[in-house]
C-alpha cells in the first residue's frame, strides 16, 4: 500500500469531516473566481470604451469629467449648452460651415467664411449632440445620422455600428419627416420596442414632463458592449422642433447685431427646420485630420468664452485610476483573505483530527513507517482536499459566471463564458491557494512527526 492510498483511506475513514472540509475549499475558491470575474467585467467595461472613436469632446465649461461621463456614458447631468454657432466652426473643410448655413438659415455672422477649425477637422468629423431627454429609464441623444456613419466602436475603434433590425435614421423621410430614430439594444429588450414602434420622450428627467411629438423606430442597434446600447437617437431636426429645446439665453459670444440673415436652401416638400440662432448643443465629438491637430485645437477652443476640449481618453483612464482601480485592489485584497481562510480551515481540520489518529500513526511506526512516510501521508492528505476543493470551487466559480452571462450580457454587452475571464491573477492566485493549502498541512504533519510510539500504543 502506497502512501498515496494511506492518505486517501485516511480520508475516506474521515468522510464528514473530510467533505465538509473540502465544501469550506470551493467556497473559498469559488469567491475567490466570482470576485476575479467581477472585477474582469469592470475592467472589460471600461476597456471597451477607452477608445471612443473620437479626440475631443467640445462642450460648456465645467467639469472635464462631468461632460466626458455625460457624453460617453450618459452619465450625470449636462454641464450646461453651447451655441450651435460653436458647431459650425468645426466642420470639416473648407465650405462646410458655410454649406451647413445655407442649409439651415437663420442668423449668423461671419455666413461667407470658413470654420476656425476646419482644416484641423478636414479628414475627420464633428458629430453635434443634444441630451436632455429621456425615453422611460434612457438617456435620449439627439445627434444627425453621422453618429452611426462615421463613429467606430471597440479597443481599436474600428468596428462599424451594425443593425440587428431596421436601419439607419435620415435626415429627412416623405414617411416620417424629421422623427426619426434608432434604438440601443437594451433599449428595446427593455422598452419592448421594435421597428415600426413609435415613442414620446419626457424632458429633464425620466418622470418629466412629456413631449407631445412621437418619433418613429427606423432601427436596432445590434449589441455593442458599449453604452449607446441604453440610448434612443433621435434626429436632430426633430429634437430641435420639440417644444422647449429652442435657446433661451442670449449668446453673449455672438451678438444679435452682428449677424447677418441667411435664408434656408429651398428643400422640395420639406417642413422649415429651426433657425441657428434658435439652436443649442450639449456637446460636438470632434475626431481631427489628425491626432496632433487635436492637440493643437484643445487650447484656442478652452480660451473661446462658453466651450472647453476635453480628451474622453485622457478623463476615461483618469476615472479608471481614480475610482475603478482602487475597487479592483479591494477585490483583490478580498480574495487574499479569503485565500488565508480557506488554509486555515484546512489546517484546523486536520490539526483537531491528529488527537484521533495519534493511535492509527504509532501502529504505522511500529509496523516500520519511517517518520517521513508519516509525514508525507498528512501532507498528501492536506494536497489532495485542497486540489479536491479547489478544482470543485473553480467549476462552481465559472458556472455561476456563464449561468449569469445573459443577464450580464444585458446590462453590460459583454458575454461570460467559461474561459474568457480567466486574468494573470487567478492564473497566479487559484494555484497559489492550492499551495497555501497543502502547506497548511506542515503544523499537523509535524505534530504527527513527534507522536511517541510507546506512549500512544499504550493508551
Known amino acids: 500500500m502506497n502512501l498515496f492510498h494511506i492518505a486517501w483511506r485516511n480520508m475516506q475513514q474521515r468522510g464528514l469531516a473530510t467533505v465538509l472540509t473540502m465544501f469550506s475549499m470551493a467556497l473559498g475558491v469559488g469567491l475567490v473566481v466570482l470576485v476575479l470575474s467581477l472585477s474582469w467585467i469592470i475592467t472589460e467595461s471600461f476597456d471597451r470604451n477607452s477608445n471612443v472613436g473620437y479626440n475631443l469632446i467640445v462642450g460648456a465649461k465645467g467639469g472635464s469629467l462631468q461632460l466626458a461621463l455625460n457624453t460617453v456614458f450618459y452619465l450625470s447631468k449636462p454641464i450646461e449648452v453651447i451655441p450651435y454657432e460653436e458647431y459650425l466652426e468645426l466642420i470639416p473643410g473648407r465650405g462646410g460651415r458655410q454649406a451647413e448655413i445655407e442649409k439651415i438659415g437663420g442668423l449668423v455672422a461671419e455666413p461667407e467664411r470658413n470654420g476656425l477649425f476646419c482644416d ?89 414632463e412629456g413631449h407631445g411629438q412621437a418619433f418613429e423606430v427606423v432601427g436596432v442597434l445590434a449589441p455593442t458592449g458599449t453604452p449607446n446600447d441604453r440610448a434612443a437617437f433621435i434626429n436632430l431636426e426633430g429634437f430641435y422642433l420639440m417644444e422647449g429645446h429652442t435657446r433661451v439665453f442670449e449668446d453673449g459670444a455672438n451678438p444679435e447685431d452682428e449677424k447677418e440673415a441667411v435664408g434656408a436652401e429651398a428643400e422640395a416638400g420639406q417642413p422649415p427646420r429651426l433657425p ?104 498528501l492528505e492536506s494536497l489532495l482536499i485542497a ?72 493508551n
Open 120 to 208: 484641423y477637422t478636414n479628414g475627420g468629423f464633428a458629430i453635434p449632440v443634444c441630451l436632455g431627454d429621456f425615453l422611460g429609464p434612457f438617456r435620449v441623444v439627439g445627434t444627425t445620422p453621422a453618429f452611426f456613419e462615421k463613429l467606430r466602436y471597440g479597443r481599436a475603434a474600428d468596428s462599424e455600428y451594425t443593425f440587428s433590425e431596421g436601419r439607419n435614421f435620415v435626415d429627412y423621410s416623405p414617411e416620417n419627416g424629421y422623427y426619426e430614430a434608432v434604438i440601443g439594444a437594451q433599449v428595446a429588450n427593455y422598452m419592448k420596442l421594435k421597428v415600426g414602434d413609435s415613442f414620446k420622450t419626457t424632458h429633464g428627467d425620466p418622470d418629466g
Open 276 to 379: 441657428l440662432e434658435k439652436r443649442d448643443l450639449t456637446a460636438v465629438l470632434v475626431k481631427a485630420g489628425s491626432p496632433i491637430y487635436a492637440v493643437h485645437m484643445q487650447r484656442p477652443i478652452d480660451k473661446r468664452l462658453r466651450t472647453q476640449a476635453v480628451s474622453p481618453v485622457s478623463e476615461i483612464t483618469n476615472m479608471l485610476t481614480t475610482f475603478v482601480n482602487p475597487i479592483r485592489y479591494a477585490f483583490l485584497a478580498l480574495t487574499v483573505v479569503v485565500c488565508v481562510v480557506s488554509a486555515i480551515s484546512i489546517l484546523v481540520s486536520i490539526y483537531n483530527s491528529m488527537n484521533e489518529r495519534r493511535r492509527d500513526i504509532a501502529i504505522m511506526r511500529a509496523l516500520g513507517a519511517r517518520r517521513d512516510a508519516v509525514v508525507m501521508v498528512i501532507l
Open 387 to 458: 486540489v479536491g476543493g479547489g478544482l470543485a470551487g473553480w467549476i462552481f466559480g465559472h458556472a455561476i459566471g456563464v449561468a449569469c452571462s445573459g443577464l450580464v450580457e444585458s446590462m453590460t454587452g459583454i458575454s461570460i463564458g467559461f474561459f474568457n475571464t480567466i486574468t494573470i491573477q487567478e492564473a497566479v492566485l487559484i494555484p497559489g491557494l492550492m499551495i497555501l493549502a497543502t502547506l497548511a498541512g506542515i503544523v499537523p504533519a509535524f505534530v504527527a512527526y513527534r507522536t511517541n510510539v510507546s506512549e500512544n500504543l499504550g
